[in-house]
């Protein structure tokens, strides 16, 4: 028998490390090859770690809400046969090529200490994780208020549950007082204001306290910064995609038997937009300071509401280089694995302009997000048949259509009007013009 470790994998360029969110079998437990063993959290994407070797847990090296670094082993199996990637070969080889100096062991061994830059200071004698110090952080949550929260961690640590259910309950309990001062000859000392919150919501009988996700804290994180750096304009106009209906529903059938894939109308959309994009490439565009960068690759995000409610934005990446059938296969590639938590941490990274389907909700239309770094972001409404006034050889006449409202926010440091109402217009001439003999 030998032992394996397992170790964290790569996760795309930028990613460095990730949170243990729960590990799916137990110290003792045998796992097979490719089994998923346990679930991780990045910044960007939820996912699962798989065993490379079939063995048996015997002991797990990363707990629940600890992070690890890529490369770091959070695992050790026992498996059949010698060699390989065992535990005394790996200390071994650490040992000897990698081996850490006294002061980056010293470093690793202290409490957390805070950066220098962040809102809340805690002091070297509390020991937080990395999760838990953010969410400290974000609730405005004290020292005193920390210390006086009993962990059920290891050593009495607190753990997210713990905080999160300290938050949950936090207007309920009175604020905890600072140490008293030693008494001096001087007047008697001010009171010492409340570490809580300035203004708190009233919690009313019966109302229910739900602590955000990780992942909603990220959204809302990001949102908010989001229109905080960018002034938001938007465009709208009304499309007539009679024919993108028809053409669709000639062709839906024979492609589902072709290709075994569905075909919906995102690929159309995002076609439009590939073309619109290369007519004006100043909407693919990042700002730097005072610098735009102009992005070669035309990279399309695609918002996708998750089954949790979550939003998540999975990339179809050199989309100006994909065919509509190309573009179908990976619109519902990424909309599945995202959907079950199957996505891959460069799956979401690098967009440069992005769609969201508001429509799938019944709405006829919406003032998306930009999200940062992009510049713009395109929000395609419900298709409902409506009458409109066509123009005829013969004179106006009324007529049953099917239109659809599109919007267009983009950030007005770098997109002003006309290029963001004509990169608008541009793609609805590509939908309203959609010709019906397109191939697929």
Known sequence: ?????LLLPSMGEG???ATI?????????????DDSVVEIA?????SDVPTPVSGKIVKILKQKDEVAKVGEAIAILEIEGEGGNTASEETKTETTSAAPDTETLNAIEQPLQPAAA?????SGDL????????IAQQENISETELKSIKGSGLEGRITKEDILAYVSNRGNQPAPQAAPVQQQSAPAPKP?????????????????IIPMDRMRKIIAENMVKAKQIAPHVTSFIETDVTNVVKWRAKNKDMFEKREGEKLTFMPIFVKAIVKAIQDFPMINVSLNGDNIIKKKNINIGMATALPDGNLIVPVIKNADQLSLSGLAKAINDLAYRARNKKLRPEDTQGATYTISNVGSFGNLMGTPIIPQPQVAIMAIGAIVKKPAVLETKDGDVIAIRQLMF?????DHRVVDGSLGGMMLKHVHDYLQNWDLNTEI
């Open 406 to 410: 599109m919007s267009h926010s983009y």
């Open 127 to 134: 020991y937080l994780s990395p999760l838990v110090k953010s």
């Open 192 to 208: 010492v204001a409340s570490s809580a919150p300035a203004s708190t919501i009233p919690v009313a009988a019966g109302d229910e």
């Open 118 to 122: 962040s809102g809340q200071a805690f």
């Open 21 to 33: 969110i729960t590990w799916l079998f137990s110290e003792g437990d045998s796992v097979k090859e």
């Open 1 to 5: 028998m030998a032992e394996y470790k």
């Open 15 to 17: 990613v460095m490390e």
């Open 42 to 46: 990045t910044d960007k994407v939820d």
